[in-house]
């Protein structure tokens, strides 16, 4: 049996509403904060072969719409009813991409046979390791990122395995946390096991199992009239995290975009070479890998909203992400802040996509959301920990109005806590949380705002980890005249004699009384600032949302006694000159031009060929010593930035290390 266009609509809102019912059983029985309230979980209805044919629209992470699991399905030989397998191993399949993700998948059985399968993901708030949750820039080896499971069953014929559960729970420091959501994720894949019975009841197996393939097969043929309206072409766009290392260079993303009729190729050959810090993101090479492509869901979605999100949606894309590369790290490598490098992905690939169709896309989101975590101790000296949930950027403005505050547009599935939660779980004072004035990129549509939120601790020993912290030195591009958002910071004892900038520290000990407070970057701009409504402007004064000075500065808008002075705004207007001319098409920050300055793209090029001849030990290395020359003869002594400055710094140093040469010819 084969579906109609309209039946298979309604079989996909079936199959929607059995993932959303298990995303709801999880909600209502985890544990931690980062679930309930977070949200930071996926849940999948998965085929024979692994693809994910249908998940969640409202509720959990966005990123695993198109998540193929069939590297962990297919580890398991010999299923049997009430079986349920677990696996948090970056590279037992590249599915579970980091040691806090626990990712299970459960057979479906009908008359003897599977029939499909039920699957997600969990971030558990920790699990052991290094430091206290798990995840820091600073580890440079998986080992160090807590205790790893291969391809496991965790439940056999509806019984929890207790000895594997015991060896989690011995290694993590919230095992209660760590238990009861577990559990919770037993209970949600029961409910989605429960209510596709009731469906193929309803529909029939063979109707079920032909509409699993059609879902597939609709959602590539939507996402290839999407992509054949794009321009072929090739179109190419670099972007940056603040560090590569703790204190360390600039990472760069480059993404080589290519269209052809209804086709596309994300070509990140030039991205940074593995890392000897966690931001490696584990992909194996895999060609269509879910993390390398969240990007064009977002696109895909925002050019269409009717398009169906799972894994034929990806089909239009194939990947190249060389071993050995930031985005196919080789094991050992450190994987646990790779949601920090995927955030960076995304902006290379929207702004590769703003360069194919520039009208459609908005300005850069703010690509940061650090997510925080406390352990510390009770009023009793009891251990307490938990997450106290994400502090956001804005979303870019575009065509069609300014960028949403504080939710980051493609992270704004990971939902705030409120602050009567946050305090009830863990011994801290909120003292401030709030939108930060200015900090959204000026614009005709201003980029959204960041958020601050400031909070008091109260015992010794405590420690604050703030993962995923970027966005101090490169702010978000905006575009077609559009400024750049303001960047994020990070302080301790803020207005205090002893006050702290902590940069992109993602571990900070405190002590008793230390206040520490985080703001979130803001979005780029859109169109020119000058062109922003005057009224708009005075309405975002009045909000609280744009101080005075950046009403006049930025907008040329002057604003007295809570109204317009509008002779004034005029001649100020007529005076000042648009940040950007149609030939500058992004509004790149002070920090960002400066870096390219030195790094020009055929400069880069040329250390992307010098570090790929080299064995992958040698590559992070070498980087960090080209950077230094670069700097040194370049803005000291003046040489100018050539591919051949690149190409003579890198034999020095070849001739510095002999076994360089040795290692690259054996």
């Given amino acids: 049996m084969k579906f109609s266009k309209a039946e298979l609509q309604i079989f996909a809102d079936y199959c929607t509403a059995i993932a959303e019912s298990m995303a709801f059983t999880l909600i209502r029985t985890a544990h931690s904060t980062f679930i309930k309230e977070t949200e930071d979980f996926s849940c999948a209805l998965v085929t024979l072969d692994g693809l994910t044919f249908a998940s969640p629209k409202t509720l959990g992470a966005t990123w695993y719409t198109g998540l193929d699991y069939g590297p962990l399905v297919r580890s398991i030989k010999n299923y ?7 696996s948090n191993d970056p590279y037992s399949g590249y599915v579970a991409t980091h040691t806090p ?74 095992p209660d946390q760590n238990r009861g959501d577990l559990l919770a994720q037993v209970a949600s894949l029961g409910t989605g096991e429960k209510r596709i019975l009731e469906i193929i009841e309803k529909f029939g197996c063979e109707a079920f199992s032909t509409g699993m393939q059609q879902l597939l097969d609709y959602a590539e043929s939507q996402a290839r009239s999407v992509v054949q309206a794009i321009p072929d072409g090739e179109y190419f766009f670099s972007e940056y995290a603040d560090e590569d290392s703790v204190d360390g260079e600039p990472l760069r993303i480059a993404l080589r975009l290519v269209v052809r009729n209804d086709s596309l190729v994300f070509d990140f050959s030039e991205s940074d070479p593995q890392l000897a810090s966690s931001l490696n993101v584990p992909t194996g090479g895999h060609p269509r890998h879910a993390l390398l492509l969240i990007g064009l869901s977002y696109v895909l979605y925002c050019l269409d909203s009717n398009v169906l999100l799972n894994s034929g949606t990806l089909r239009v894309a194939s990947c190249i992400a060389p071993e050995g590369s930031v985005l196919n790290p080789v094991q050992p490598a450190a994987v646990g802040m ?23 896309m908005p300005a850069c989101p703010a690509s940061s959301i650090p997510l925080l975590n406390v352990k510390t101790t009770d009023r009793l000296g009891h ?10 950027g804005g979303a870019g403005g575009s065509s069609s109005g300014d960028g949403s505050d504080a939710s980051g547009a493609n992270l704004a599935f990971l939902r705030n806590t409120p602050v009567e939660v946050n305090e009830s779980e863990v011994p801290i004072l909120i003292t401030e949380y709030h939108l930060v004035p200015d900090s959204g ?18 015992a010794p020993g405590t420690l604050v980890t703030a993962r995923n912290r970027d966005r101090t030195r490169f702010g978000s591009w905006g575009i077609k005249g559009g400024e750049a958002g303001r960047t994020s910071s990070f302080v301790r004892n803020p207005g205090s004699s002893n006050m702290e900038d902590l940069g992109n520290t993602d571990l900070v000990n405190c002590e008793p009384g230390d206040v520490i407070r985080l703001e979130g970057n803001g979005g780029g701009g859109y169109g020119s600032p000058l062109l922003r409504p005057v009224a708009d402007v005075l309405d975002d004064v009045q909000k609280g949302y744009v101080s005075l000075e950046c009403a006049r500065t930025a907008y040329g808008v002057v604003i007295e006694a ?43 090029a040329k250390l992307m060929d010098c570090l790929a001849s ?20 370049v803005l000291d002594d003046g040489a100018s930035p050539t591919p051949e400055l690149v190409k003579t710094i890198y034999g020095e140093l070849c001739s510095q290390y002999p076994s360089v040469a040795v290692s690259a010819s054996a």
């Fill in 338 to 360: 790779r949601s920090l490098t995927c955030v960076i992905v995304q902006a290379a690939v929207f702004g590769a996509f703003s360069r194919a169709i520039p009208e459609k």
């Fill in 101 to 174: 993700d626990v990712v299970m998948w459960k057979p479906v059985f009908f008359e003897n046979r599977i029939v499909c399968f039920v699957a997600g993901h969990i971030h558990n708030t920790d699990m052991g390791g290094a430091v206290p949750a798990s995840l820091s820039r600073s580890l440079i080896e998986i080992h160090q990122e807590g205790i790893r499971f291969p391809p496991s069953r965790i439940v056999k014929a509806g019984e929890v395995n207790q000895e594997l559960l015991s060896w989690m729970l011995l290694n993590v420091r919230a």
């Fill in 441 to 458: 990129g000026p614009g005709e549509f201003r980029g959204g705002l960041g958020l601050m939120m400031e909070f008091q601790v109260f």
């Fill in 383 to 392: 251990p307490v920990m938990a997450s106290i949930g994400p502090v956001g």
């Fill in 80 to 86: 049997e009813p009430g079986d349920i397998y677990m």
């Fill in 562 to 604: 809570n109204a317009v002075n509008d002779t004034a705004t005029s001649n100020l207007r007529k005076s000042l000159t648009p940040s950007h001319s149609d030939r500058n098409f992004y509004g790149y920050c002070k920090n960002r031009l400066s870096h390219e300055s030195v790094w020009t793209q055929p400069c880069y």
């Fill in 614 to 633: 080299v064995p992958v030990n040698w590559r992070f290395f070498l980087k960090h010593l080209m950077f230094a020359e670069m700097r040194k003869q």
